[in-house]
């Protein structure tokens, strides 16, 4: 397959080759980087419908969110990094820089996160990164027909939903900058001229920039397929169909006039970061060859055009390189003193040192990093932000590190001004070695590989933790405590069960089997409600919970079992419970004619008629 596409690749580029097929050195096309004032752009108004669904914290810079696209009519996951002073200047706007992903797009996470230093490259940056999620073969532009069971409309989510919510809840300013690899490039150009002054930079790294010419629409479809069985028509129509021109970057060139732009390709040849196969000169990536020469030849084509018509870039070619990502973490790079340039960052740089009773804690922690900003107030306490996470200071818990995941769950949980209020210790393992976690004023946040980090608090904490916390049967917790359904009480999902507590019965846990048979009999909002004791520990070793609407059995050899308190209970009880003749439950109740029955292991109980009767 990878052998057949290089050749299909080549094959076409034969025919998609009329300006330039030089594979030089490395060589700036077109006049450098600073483009000349570009079009008055008007920021789109709010469109009804978008709204933020969902948000995820990684860190206290990093946040997922999960947006209703009402074009798309789906939530569309969108990552950002925020800028280097977020925390410190709360008042202030950032410029943006979106990153796009290649062709085979995954669906929980950006490409430039998964495998590139993305985050760590942008901490001391003063841009909010948008990291749109998903978007597999789409180009990320409007398609005219549903296809694969995916309805696109990504350049009307880029630059008209999303952009009033990044500027209403994420503090971002209307200047932006858009960058992306391969089908990124392509569509990095494409919507920067397509949306003249919506981006003040544009970057392709290996991107196609020639797509309605002979041949090409033949390439991408053969793309699309391979990279999800995706069919090119559903996008542009048939290769006649005047949509392909209307998207092609090359035929865009002369909207992009005004635009800070920066092309890079390599030429297919092996570079540092291939392996050489059996045949000389050639990558193991195959594919990666076909495409890199295909990205190389368009790249130099739409330089000339830009040339031609006098619009100022910056294209740079490579001596060698395929289409695989170490060389994109390279370019992105190279092109941030551009990208910085156009957004006006060019003379930003942290300013900033440790002083007070901060100073002796970063001295113990210097794997935090160097210092990011200087120190800033928060409610009722002081912070400093590094490169590794923060230290928050107050006068009653003192200078604490509180940083990766746990650092994203505080800021979830309101951060100082929050619930959990200030830390009072820094980053500790947990006995078991699996985990970590840091101790607040209100509430302790707990982190593992398997779970992320997640606050347990009030009398959900007192009571784990007299079970031994992590150590005990639930082992950790797996989300955030919240509102039941109805707010009748609080839940809190951790590994091997649920807590629950409502103001009349305080919190308790149900796990195992017997919370699954919870589960089936529709938790709290079952007949059952909310759970009264723990679990309980029984002969032979069953174990009981009991709930306001009744209890639940278990027994490892019959399985998990709910009775409501009555007549068959009573009689039950009567007959010594599961340490009587009658032993464990092995049905719940059932119907029968008259009345309703409950099985046991030495028998069963029936109410018929209001007659109880032990068999």
Not at 173 to 186: P, Q, T, Y
Not at 440 to 468: E, R, S
């Amino acid at each position: 397959m990878r052998q057949r596409f290089v050749r299909g690749a080549l094959g076409l580029m034969a025919g998609a080759v009329a300006v330039s097929t030089v594979l030089g050195t490395s060589t700036v096309a077109a006049a450098p980087v600073h483009a000349a004032p570009g079009p008055v752009y008007s920021a789109p108004a709010a469109v009804p419908g978008v709204k933020i669904t969902n948000t995820f914290w990684y860190s206290d810079r990093r946040v997922a969110m999960w947006v209703y696209s009402p074009a798309m009519g789906t939530n569309i996951q969108v990552q950002l990094l925020l800028a280097r002073d977020w925390n410190f200047r709360p008042s202030n706007t950032f410029p943006q820089m979106y990153m796009l992903d290649g062709l085979r797009a995954q669906e929980d996470q950006n490409g430039w996160i998964i495998n590139t230093n993305v985050e760590d490259f942008y901490k001391d940056k003063n841009v909010n990164v948008v990291l749109p999620v998903g978007g597999e073969s789409s180009f990320y532009t409007d398609w005219k027909e549903p296809n694969n069971g995916k309805n696109y409309k990504w350049e009307t989510f880029l630059t008209k939903e999303l952009p009033p919510l990044l500027a209403s809840q994420w503090r971002s300013s209307d200047v932006r900058g858009v960058e992306g690899l391969s089908m990124g490039g392509s569509a990095a150009m494409m919507l920067a001229a397509r949306n003249p002054g919506f981006f003040k930079f544009a970057a392709s790294f290996s991107g196609i920039l020639q797509l309605s010419s002979f041949g090409m629409p033949q390439a991408v479809q053969f793309a699309l397929n391979d990279a999800g069985g995706y069919d090119a028509s559903k996008m542009y129509g048939p290769p006649t169909d005047p949509a392909w021109k209307e998207h092609d970057p090359y035929l865009l060139a002369d909207k992009l006039a005004g635009t800070s732009l920066y092309v890079s390709s390599g030429n297919g040849l092996v570079g540092q970061y291939d392996t050489v196969s059996t045949i000389p000169y050639l990558a193991t990536n195959y594919a990666g060859v076909g495409l890199e020469v295909l990205s190389r030849v368009t790249s130099q084509q739409f330089a000339s055009r830009l040339n031609q018509l006098g619009v100022r870039a910056q294209a740079v070619y490579r001596d060698s390189g395929t289409h695989t990502w170490p060389y994109w973490q390279f370019e992105m790079e190279q092109a941030w003193p551009q990208a910085a340039g156009a957004l006006g960052l060019a003379t930003d740089r942290p300013a900033c040192s440790t002083s007070g009773a901060i100073a002796p804690v970063y001295q113990a922690n210097k794997s935090l990093g160097e210092c990011l900003t200087p120190e800033y107030d928060v409610p009722g306490g002081r912070a400093q932000d590094f490169r590794g996470g923060r230290i928050i200071w107050s006068a009653k818990t003192g200078a604490q590190v509180v940083g990766g995941g746990i650092g994203g769950a505080y800021v979830a949980a309101g951060g100082p001004g929050g619930w959990l209020g200030f830390p009072t210790s820094g980053e500790l393992g947990t006995p078991d070695k699996i985990g970590r976690f840091n101790r607040f004023q209100n509430g302790n946040i707990y982190w593992t590989v398997a779970t992320g980090a997640h606050p347990v608090g009030g009398a959900i904490l007192a009571d784990w933790g007299k079970n031994g916390y992590e150590t005990g049967s639930l082992k950790y917790p797996t989300g955030d405590e919240h509102n039941t359904p109805g707010d009748k009480g609080r839940v809190q999902d951790f590994q091997i069960g649920s807590y629950y507590w409502n103001s009349t019965n305080g919190a308790h846990s149900v796990q195992g089997k017997i919370f699954e048979k919870y589960a089936a009999l529709g938790y709290e909002g079952g007949w059952l409600g909310f759970p009264t004791t723990n679990e309980i520990s029984l002969k032979a070793g069953g174990k009981l919970t009991a709930f306001d609407g009744g209890n639940i059995y278990w027994t490892p050899a019959k399985g998990a079992y709910a009775i409501p308190p009555g007549p068959i209970f009573d009689a039950w009880g009567t007959a010594g419970y599961e340490n009587g003749k009658l032993g464990y439950p092995v049905s719940d109740v059932e119907p029968i004619t008259g009345g309703t029955r409950v099985r046991f292991e030495g028998g069963s109980i029936e109410n018929v008629n209001g007659v109880v009767t032990v068999k």
